[in-house]
């Protein structure tokens, strides 16, 4: 190879395997090096470009099932009230209680992807004095609250105790030690959850303190406790 010439002149005088030669030794790695850039890049544009919309309302159901076309009917009207696109409105049932559902929960919880949760009472009770949901009188409009007063759940919330690590290092203490107050609703008492549901339990809900679509949580609330006419 002549190093005075262009590598265009170089690659003239080469036989076919010289010139392969000569591409694998000093081109090969540059432009596998640009593919995989160029490969990355179109991923990251097709990635962010395709993104789904935002959840805007998740509800996590314990303990129950729901029939097939009662749920995808009642997430399609739960999209038009919240003005979102199906995909957006997640009904996740099916859930049983237990050590794999605790952890499940409490991932989704401190991840703050949570709006509602419903389950059977004991279980309610229970997440109610960890603190899990929030008063209901401070969330719901008036007069929701007031045409919904004789479904209201009353439990013991979660208090903050002023102990030691080593005497409370779960901090566990406070664990239904809260005032009593109406975190839940008797969400099987409503026409258009019983008509889904296919277990026929008694089921309660409760807007999750964390919240990020808190107004969207009452909206599901209230559909689930209307007649549906």
């Known amino acids: ?15 076919g395997a010289e010139r392969f030669r ?4 000093y081109y090969l790695v540059r432009t596998l090096v640009i593919l995989a850039a160029v490969a990355l890049i179109f991923h990251l544009v097709w ?3 395709h993104l789904p919309g935002e959840c805007v309302f998740y509800g996590l159901v314990f303990n129950d099932l729901y029939e097939a076309d009662g749920k995808a009917r ?12 199906e995909e957006q ?19 989704l919880l401190a991840n703050e992807r949570l709006d509602l949760i419903i389950c059977p ?3 309610f009770v229970k997440l109610a004095g960890e603190g899990t949901f ?25 208090e903050e105790q002023d102990l030691s690590y080593a005497e409370d290092p779960f901090h566990e203490a406070g664990n239904g030690a809260g005032e009593v107050l109406p975190y839940g609703i008797v969400i099987s008492e409503g026409e258009r959850y019983s008509a889904i549901s296919m277990t026929g339990d008694e089921f309660l809900c409760g807007i999750v ?21």
């Open 121 to 123: 009472r004991d279980t």
């Open 22 to 25: 000569y591409f694998r030794e």
């Open 47 to 49: 990635h962010y470009t």
């Open 134 to 158: 929030v008063n209901l009188i401070e969330v719901l409009d008036e007069h929701i609250y007031t045409e919904l007063k004789e479904q209201l759940v009353y439990c013991a919330g979660y």
């Open 1 to 15: 190879m002549d190093e005075h010439k262009s590598a265009y002149d170089n690659m003239k005088e080469m036989t």
């Open 89 to 107: 409105v997640l009904i996740d049932e099916g859930h049983d209680t237990g050590t794999d559902g605790d952890m499940q929960l409490a991932t």
């Open 209 to 229: 303190a964390n919240s990020r679509h808190t107004d969207n949580a009452e909206l599901a609330i209230t559909y689930f406790m209307s007649t549906g006419e």
């Open 74 to 85: 009642a997430v399609r009207d739960l999209a038009e009230l919240m003005q979102a696109g």
